[in-house]
């Protein structure tokens, strides 16, 4: 029994009725389902006109879009890697109580948004998106799918023929050559309809092969690109060991260098890894060791290197047994004394963590905006189900409980959708500093995907619980996205602890201000005046007037006010316990909730104001999203910054890590039984 897929109301259906279209799709004659496909992939040609329109847009200007009275220019600014900067990031500048808004109001789009296109370059996005849609419905099947514990042979054709193995690969080496923007819209709608295929996608391209794109030369990107776009030969990521998780630096392959200096001998192990079973190219992470030239003192550091399973001594284990995404090939992948071409070395010698962090890095916006597919999808469903279930002569939807469900599921996904289309424009405008916003755009994603699935499940009631309805099934997809690539609790630590850093660091430098008082008056007075302000409560004088709709000025008020308390709590912190700060773990975990929620009231803020600016249809709903979760999550950042400094939190935490010592000391839940036996 399973669920009409499109976005229109859910139609239920009856297992023989299944039975029957399940027998009537098998017995197509291939001509039918190859002149389908065809059909579908005809759209590829608009891919073509699509990047033309972007790119005469593009020259045409660099402007971020709101209505006349807030046209504001983008200035673009060059960096240098050895110059110290200060950071444009909102996020970093947070942990200072600076309100930074230059890369997110007004609402970004140099890779051009819908609602920012021409009428031609918007019918060109949809003629690209609309038959990928159809695709999803028409041939991919995810019951099928995940039933096969692979992808049908059909549905990979297809993908192939759309080019979906290589969207962001140039089209000079085979690929699409999607933008970010364009590449986030159309892995939304893949993440609509099923992320066990999304995850293929994903592992193929946002990680596996990313390092090349990213990092290969040019005779790398020669060889490999094509056929990994064409969707000849499939790539995986290989990073997490036994031994190695969230700590990648502490992984255990090694790559020896022979003695001829010719190729590397790479032994080790990796596991979980994404395509592991299926992949032809690998990029692997492993110890390599380096010599420092002026002192002479050999140590290990970690490399990349592009590995074909060709090369010999490339093995995989039997695919993993999941919990979801069972369609996507999960395996153990062993290298034993393969011989790896120095050519193969990726990134630089030495250079194998940043080049991990970066793929990771520049993949998360894609996770944001499948992610937004997938709440859509279930939403609707959720929808459509208390608008024609009735229950004490009246439909669901009019009860207080389900409606309050409702407007939460909403409000999630609205924040997730900005999220997604503001980090990838700031990645499309080159913006050099968008780490943080990665890291939380993951977090609150899979977070609120999760937490819209669980109340859809709810809504729909029973009904949620059975596989008919197709909804659990995205809940047990959905539950690996909290976990890999970077689990959400080390992306926590990541977020809080790199925006103290760059904190602390402007702290440092005003301290060097004071040494020399006279040199650096004008700087000195306006951090202490500001700081002192924050201290007593009184606002500083940050604003964004001007940059926000005037129908939205209670939500940048709040905004404005957020950011103020949290950089008085940083400070705080940092002149509490210093470096010591880094081990207080249950401080920074609240420090993390609070710049989550600071940053999510900021980017629905920007795309309310958008719409209002623009006169869009829908814009007052937008307004009510923005300003009922504003409200929401400010309380709750005032309630987390709170904590995070707190005394009597402090005996809460100090409690709860005795609890938890008790239990691992004892390796029992402790506590008697109530019974007393």
């Known amino acids: 029994m399973t669920s009409e897929k499109g976005p229109g109301a859910v139609r239920e259906t009856h297992p023989e009725e299944e039975e029957g279209k399940e027998e009537g799709n098998r017995g197509q004659t291939l001509p039918i389902r190859a002149e389908r496909m065809i059909r579908l992939m005809e759209s590829r040609a608009t891919l073509v006109r699509w990047r033309q329109l972007c790119s005469k847009s593009l020259a045409k200007s660099r402007l971020r879009l709101l209505s006349p009275s807030y046209f504001v220019t983008d200035q673009k600014v060059r960096y240098s890697r050895h110059i110290k900067k200060e950071s444009t990031s909102f996020v970093e500048n947070l942990f200072n109580g600076h309100l930074e808004p230059k890369n997110l109001l007004p609402f970004p789009s140099a890779s051009p948004l819908p609602s920012a296109l021409s009428l031609e370059q918007a019918q060109v996005l949809q003629a690209m998106v609309d038959p990928c849609a159809r695709f999803f419905e028409e041939i991919n099947n995810a019951a099928a799918n995940e039933a096969l514990g692979s992808i049908e042979e059909d549905t990979v054709a297809g993908l192939k023929s759309m080019g979906c193995f290589g969207l962001q690969v140039p089209e000079d080496l085979g690929g699409v050559g999607l933008t970010n923007t364009q590449y986030a819209r159309?892995?939304?709608?893949?993440?609509?309809?099923?992320?066990?295929?999304?995850?293929?996608?994903?592992?193929?391209?946002?990680?596996?092969?990313?390092?090349?794109?990213?990092?290969?030369?040019?005779?790398?990107?020669?060889?490999?690109?094509?056929?990994?776009?064409?969707?000849?030969?499939?790539?995986?990521?290989?990073?997490?060991?036994?031994?190695?998780?969230?700590?990648?630096?502490?992984?255990?392959?090694?790559?020896?260098?022979?003695?001829?200096?010719?190729?590397?001998?790479?032994?080790?192990?990796?596991?979980?890894?994404?395509?592991?079973?299926?992949?032809?190219?690998?990029?692997?992470?492993?110890?390599?060791?380096?010599?420092?030239?002026?002192?002479?003192?050999?140590?290990?550091?970690?490399?990349?290197?592009?590995?074909?399973?060709?090369?010999?001594?490339?093995?995989?284990?039997?695919?993993?047994?999941?919990?979801?995404?069972?369609?996507?090939?999960?395996?153990?992948?062993?290298?034993?004394?393969?011989?790896?071409?120095?050519?193969?070395?990726?990134?630089?010698?030495?250079?194998?963590?940043?080049?991990?962090?970066?793929?990771?890095?520049?993949?998360?916006?894609?996770?944001?905006?499948?992610?937004?597919?997938?709440?859509?999808?279930?939403?609707?469903?959720?929808?459509?189900?208390?608008?024609?279930?009735?229950?004490?002569?009246?439909?669901?939807?009019?009860?207080?409980?389900?409606?309050?469900?409702?407007?939460?599921?909403?409000?999630?996904?609205?924040?997730?959708?900005?999220?997604?289309?503001?980090?990838?424009?700031?990645?499309?405008?080159?913006?050099?500093?968008?780490?943080?916003?990665?890291?939380?755009?993951?977090?609150?994603?899979?977070e609120a995907a999760w937490t819209v699935t669980d109340e859809g499940i709810q809504i729909l009631g029973g009904m949620g619980y059975m596989k008919e309805a197709g909804v659990e099934k995205v809940m047990r997809d959905l539950r690996i996205f909290r976990?890999?690539?970077?689990?959400?609790?080390?992306?926590?630590?990541?977020?809080?602890?790199?925006?103290?850093?760059?904190?602390?660091?402007?702290?440092?430098?005003?301290?060097?201000?004071?040494?020399?008082?006279?040199?650096?008056?004008?700087?000195?007075?306006?951090?202490?005046?500001?700081?002192?302000?924050?201290?007593?409560?009184?606002?500083?004088?940050?604003?964004?007037?001007?940059?926000?709709?005037?129908e939205l000025e209670d939500c940048a008020a709040l905004v404005t006010r957020a950011v103020e308390l949290f950089g008085e709590t940083i400070e705080s912190l940092l002149l509490k316990y210093g470096a010591a700060v880094t081990d207080k773990q249950f401080h920074l975990r609240r420090v993390a909730d609070a710049a989550i929620d600071t940053y999510a009231m900021a980017v629905a803020l920007s795309r309310a104001s958008r719409a209002l600016s623009l006169g869009q249809p829908t814009s007052q709903h937008e307004k009510?999203?923005?300003?009922?979760?504003?409200?929401?999550?400010?309380?709750?950042?005032?309630?987390?910054?709170?904590?995070?400094?707190?005394?009597?939190?402090?005996?809460?935490?100090?409690?709860?890590?005795?609890i938890s010592d008790a239990l691992v000391q004892h390796r029992s839940t402790v506590a008697s039984h109530p019974l007393g036996f």
């Open 186 to 446: 159309m892995v939304e709608v893949v993440g609509m309809h099923d992320l066990g295929v999304g995850i293929t996608l994903g592992a193929h391209q946002s990680i596996g092969f990313k390092g090349i794109l990213l990092f290969g030369n040019k005779s790398q990107k020669e060889k490999y690109l094509p056929r990994l776009a064409s969707g000849e030969v499939c790539a995986a990521f290989c990073l997490t060991e036994p031994s190695s998780g969230s700590d990648a630096a502490s992984i255990q392959t090694v790559a020896e260098l022979s003695p001829c200096r010719g190729f590397y001998t790479l032994n080790g192990s990796k596991i979980w890894i994404s395509n592991g079973g299926t992949a032809e190219i690998f990029t692997v992470f492993a110890k390599t060791r380096i010599k420092n030239v002026t002192t002479g003192e050999e140590r290990d550091k970690i490399s990349a290197f592009i590995v074909e399973r060709a090369f010999g001594g490339v093995s995989s284990g039997p695919p993993e047994q999941k919990m979801g995404i069972k369609c996507s090939n999960t395996a153990e992948v062993h290298f034993e004394d393969v011989k790896v071409p120095v050519e193969n070395l990726l990134g630089g010698l030495g250079k194998g963590f940043q080049v991990a962090m970066h793929i990771l890095n520049n993949g998360r916006f894609g996770m944001a905006s499948a992610l937004a597919g997938t709440m859509r999808g279930v939403l609707l469903k959720a929808v459509n189900h208390a608008a024609d279930r009735q229950q004490f002569g009246k439909s669901i939807s009019r009860f207080g409980v389900i409606q309050e469900k409702l407007a939460h599921m909403a409000m999630l996904l609205y924040v997730t959708e900005a999220m997604a289309y503001v980090l990838s424009a700031n990645m499309d405008m080159k913006v050099p500093d968008y780490k943080l916003e990665a890291a939380i755009s993951k977090i609150f994603a899979s």
């Open 483 to 550: 976990i890999f690539e970077g689990t959400n609790d080390i992306l926590r630590l990541f977020v809080a602890l790199s925006g103290m850093e760059y904190a602390g660091q402007t702290l440092s430098g005003l301290r060097k201000d004071l040494s020399n008082p006279l040199e650096h008056m004008g700087s000195i007075y306006k951090e202490v005046v500001i700081r002192a302000k924050r201290k007593v409560g009184v606002p500083t004088g940050q604003t964004l007037q001007g940059l926000v709709h005037p």
């Open 624 to 658: 009510l999203l923005c300003q009922t979760w504003c409200q929401q999550a400010f309380q709750r950042v005032r309630a987390s910054l709170q904590e995070a400094k707190s005394a009597s939190w402090e005996e809460v935490f100090t409690s709860m890590k005795l």
